[in-house]
């Protein structure tokens, strides 16, 4: 059973934008801190937001701060990931995760992993 799914991925060019969707059971998005990495190829992966539940508070890496804005709806079970003024360095794969806390912008113990969504910004 698929827990965590995305979509919203693509190809823009520098300057762009895109909105990363994850969509999640009911009970997934009730308990547990969600959040985004990502991974470009050769790279390891990295914690680029993380939202806490219970008290709304948002974190981000310092690469995306000002850019990328992350927030869920609980009416739909739906994390988000609005992705402004993309550049060449974002593009990676991006996962949606679900775990234990936020560790800045890392979602810390994660649980579960969606199948990830290909983000690619062109110069």
């Known amino acids: 059973q698929v827990e965590l799914v995305e979509s919203g991925g693509g190809s823009v060019q520098s300057g762009g934008s895109l909105r990363l969707s994850c969509a999640a059971s009911g009970s997934i998005f009730s308990n547990y801190r969600m959040g985004w990495f990502r991974q470009a190829p050769g790279k390891e992966r990295e914690g680029v937001s993380c939202?806490?539940?219970?008290?709304?508070?948002?974190y981000y890496a310092d690469s995306v701060k000002g850019r990328f804005t992350i927030s869920r709806d609980s009416a739909t079970n739906t994390l988000y990931l609005q992705m402004n003024g993309l550049k060449p360095e974002d593009t990676a794969m991006y996962f949606c995760?679900?775990?234990?806390?936020?560790?800045?912008?890392?979602?810390?113990?994660?649980?579960?992993w969606g199948q990830g969504t290909q983000v690619t910004v062109s110069s």
């Open positions: 939202i806490n539940r219970s008290t709304g508070s948002t």
């Open positions: 995760a679900a775990g234990g806390g936020c560790s800045g912008s890392r979602v810390r113990g994660v649980y579960y």
